[in-house]
């Protein structure tokens, strides 16, 4: 009877303790691993969170002038769920804004709440919808990158996608310091659930960095609207322009040509956007004579006193046949360089040598990125010495064999300008606050001193020749010493060899002589009408050139002879 009675005891104590075994398990779950989530429900009973967008940082030119800003806009939203006619409703907004009617209808049939109708309306749309009157549809305020200047400096500054996150240019490789840091404010709620105007929480956004930039507008403007209206004269497939300051890497203007307005992107194709000064590599042509001339000057001094025999025009070379665009017999060292031929560098450079040849294509920056900051940069193309054909040694110092971008030109042809130094070119001079207060400063970045200032000086005097007597002479501006060089390339056809009817036009130069403060470098693609960069490339130097001389007011001075 005892022992009965203690089994009934024993069990009812065990049941006991099972049971209290599974009440503790179930408030450590509720409590411990399950608490954070109910702790959340509970608080957004009692509160209620909003967020904060900050504002994408501005965008400058060197003058002050807003390049890209942020401005309100307002973007479309439904409540499919009260919406009775969606095929109707449908029909009407799809009128209004220019959205297919299969789309709209397509999300009005979702089982959602809420569905986004068009993102940043114009203003047109915007009241449009108002005037329907509608309880169903609804508007959030939303920031929208805006491009004051519309075409200007498209390729350099880029885009941005719908929510503001940068894609191209500048607005992709300054991101970080453009885009704002958002905030929120947690408020609470009554016991019927409404919004109070009391904080319980409140984090300010912060609004993003604003970028000071070394472009110039008017300049940016001549330099874009004379490359349009080449490309437009001479029928050209397009173009580009480089404009730096060879003395610390500004660059003060850069376009290409076709160009498109990034405040309707989407109305463009896609090749606009492309930045082709900077990212496509091109054969130069004999603009990158300059390698052999400063090559020369600095190795051979001597054959600066010597004369070379041309050939009339005609050499066979290993493999191949060289031409000149001129019959010309025995021609001085400048001579050979100031008329472009061909035949004569050649011959300059076989008497340098190959490996200092190949030495002062690096020396002068080729083969390697120039560091600009923007995204996707070339590096170019220069073969090593080690792969240098027969034919390399007689071609690739006339500026074949070898792929260059017109960036890399451009900082090849200041170092003759600046007397000797490799300079690095840079878009962006500051990141700064709302308040003016510089977050990074960008300082002239000039690498190293790569020729002396006397080779330099001497191959100054030869290109100032080249403008004044020689193939550039389309370049000149009366009482202005500009030095440069011209260069026409034939485009490489998908078969392999040179085409007869694509070239490339090009001229690179800098001025004023005595004190130069400008590289141009331009490349026209393709101009039909008449392909010689003398032709073509040189009055397009010589315009942008004679606009930045009104502009900055330079000084004329007398011929240097």
């Not at 885009?179 to 947690?186: D, V, Y």
């Not at 060292?333 to 190949?358: L, M, T």
């Not at 792969?387 to 071609?395: D, E, G, P, V, Y």
Request: hydrophobic fraction near 40%; glycine fraction near 8%; aromatic fraction near 10%.
């Amino acid at each position: 009877m005892n022992r009965q009675r203690n089994l009934k005891l024993t069990l009812v104590c065990v049941g006991i303790f099972i049971l209290a075994c599974a009440i503790i398990v179930k408030l450590v779950c509720l409590q411990i691993i399950a608490g954070s989530r109910f702790t959340k429900i509970a608080a957004s009973q009692h509160t209620y969170v909003v967020e904060l967008p900050g504002r994408r940082g501005d965008v400058f030119d060197s003058q002050g002038v807003t390049l890209a800003s942020t401005m309100p806009s307002y973007s479309l939203y439904a409540l499919p769920k009260k919406i009775s006619d969606k095929d109707n409703m449908s029909t009407r907004l799809s009128q209004i804004t220019g959205v297919p009617r299969d789309r709209i209808l397509d999300r009005l049939n979702r089982d959602k709440s809420f569905v986004w109708i068009k993102r940043q309306l114009n203003k047109s749309e915007r009241q449009s919808i108002e005037d329907m009157g509608l309880d169903c549809v609804g508007f959030i305020k939303e920031p929208k990158r805006f491009y004051p200047q519309e075409e200007l400096a498209c390729q350099v500054l880029g885009i941005v996608d719908i929510d503001n996150k940068g894609l191209e240019g500048l607005e992709l490789n300054f991101d970080e310091f453009l885009r704002a840091k958002q905030g929120k404010a947690i408020l609470l709620r009554d016991s019927h659930g409404r919004v109070l105007p009391l904080y319980k929480e409140l984090i300010y956004p912060r609004d993003g960095f604003n970028l000071v930039l070394n472009i110039d507008s008017h300049i940016q403007h001549w330099a874009s609207f004379f490359l349009g209206q080449t490309v437009e004269e001479t029928k050209a497939k397009g173009g580009s322009v480089v404009v730096l300051n060879p003395q610390d890497g500004r660059v003060l203007a850069l376009c290409n040509w076709p160009k498109f307005d990034p405040n309707q992107f989407l109305d463009f194709p896609r090749q606009n956007f492309r930045n082709k000064a900077v990212v496509d590599f091109y054969e130069p042509g004999s603009v990158f004579k300059v390698v052999t001339l400063v090559a020369a000057l600095a190795e051979k001094p001597g054959l600066e006193r010597e004369s070379f025999f041309c050939e009339e025009g005609e050499l066979k070379i290993p493999g191949s046949t060289l031409h000149d665009w001129k019959k010309f017999g025995t021609l001085s060292f400048q001579d050979v360089f100031k008329n472009s031929s061909n035949i004569g560098v050649a011959k300059v450079a076989n008497a340098v040598g190959d490996k200092i040849i190949s030495k002062y294509m690096n020396i002068m920056g080729f083969g390697r990125l120039t560091g600009i900051d923007l995204p996707t940069e070339t590096s170019g193309f220069v073969k090593p010495l080690a792969s240098w054909s027969k034919t390399s040694r007689f071609i690739m110092p006339i500026g074949q064999e070898v792929c260059v971008s017109l960036l890399q030109l451009a900082r090849a042809f200041s170092i003759v300008a600046n007397g000797g130094y490799l300079i690095k070119p840079y878009i962006v001079d500051k990141i700064v606050d709302n308040k003016g207060v510089v977050i990074k400063d960008f300082k002239p970045r000039i690498e190293s001193r790569v020729l002396p200032e006397s080779v330099a000086d001497k191959a100054k005097q030869i290109l100032w020749k080249v403008v004044e007597e020689g193939t550039g002479r389309r370049a000149k501006i009366e009482g202005i010493n500009i030095a440069g060089k011209t260069g026409t390339s034939q485009k490489i056809e998908p078969s392999g060899g040179y085409s007869h009817r694509d070239f490339y036009a090009t001229f690179v130069g800098f001025f004023p002589v005595e004190d130069p403060r400008y590289v141009i470098a331009v490349v026209v693609d393709e101009p039909r009408t008449y392909y010689y960069g003398g032709m073509v490339a040189a009055p397009l130097f010589r315009n942008i050139a004679q606009k930045i001389v009104e502009y900055k007011n330079l000084i004329k001075v007398e011929s240097r002879e």
